[in-house]
């Protein structure tokens, strides 16, 4: 089983905002959230569980320039890809998007197919950056380098990539139970040889590195038999 990947859609067309997201989320891949303006998006950006991996951007937004949100989207620190959507598509505009922080500028009419692959291919280099980073309760996962950090201690965590593999899956699960066949068919693939003692123990180490009490796990949790990531610490003990 894949995760779908959330995406949001920054588009003022509701006709095209609404096809556009239900033919990205067809197969499953990806699940699509909506934005009709650069104050929406803002607004959607900011809630506290709100995770998006990729941003496709409207360049003529009612209340924004998309370039101009897409450059403000940059000094906020937001590292994500951005495909710029757009009917202008002469070289300066072109110039101009990626100028502003656009990873990649697809001119309307586009053609689905291959506005998927340019997403697809923009996450894989993403995936696989030192820019991708996310947060664990009060660590800084960062998968590229197999670091969990802890700034408030000053600590770095070194991982296995089978541990990263694991906390990527869980993280994508958005903090749903997900089942140990699940995780031992996408980290270690369909191998007889592999157990679901072999997933434990990876769940136990990496519970020795992540919990400050490994035997009341905070972070790391078991729900109905399946493995649970809980991204936000409980507030009595962040506090």
């Keep these: 089983m894949t995760l779908a990947r959330p995406i949001l859609i920054i588009e003022d067309d509701a006709d095209l905002r609404a096809t556009l997201a239900e033919q990205i989320a067809q197969d499953g891949e990806f ?4 934005a009709c303006s650069a104050a929406e998006a803002a607004s959607k950006l900011a809630e506290n569980d709100s995770r998006y991996d990729a941003i496709l951007l409207d360049v003529g937004l009612p209340d924004a320039d998309g370039r101009e949100f897409c450059a403000r989207l940059r000094r906020d620190g937001r590292k994500m890809p951005v495909i710029m959507l757009t009917g202008a598509d002469a070289e300066s505009d072109v110039v101009r998007g ?6 990649d ?75 140990r066949a699940t995780l031992l068919a996408d980290v270690w693939g369909f ?32 729900d ?8 936000r610490m409980p507030e009595r003990l962040a506090a």
């Design 31 to 34: 699940i699509a959230d909506e």
């Design 191 to 222: 191998n007889s040889g592999v157990t679901t003692h072999t997933l434990e123990t990876h769940i136990y180490r990496l519970r020795q590195k992540m919990e400050s009490d490994p035997a009341n796990p905070q972070l790391l949790l078991t």
């Design 105 to 179: 500028y697809i001119a309307k009419p586009f053609r689905l197919p291959e506005l998927l692959a340019r997403l697809r291919a923009q996450l894989r280099v993403f995936d696989n950056s030192e820019d991708a980073s996310f947060t664990i309760g009060h660590y800084l996962f960062r998968p590229a380098v197999r670091l969990l950090l802890d700034p408030g201690k000053n600590r770095k965590v070194r991982l296995t990539d089978k541990e990263c593999r694991i906390l990527k899956y869980l993280l994508r699960a958005n903090a749903e139970p997900v089942n």
């Design 98 to 103: 990626l100028d502003s922080g656009a990873n």
């Design 224 to 231: 109905r038999g399946a493995y649970r990531l809980e991204p």
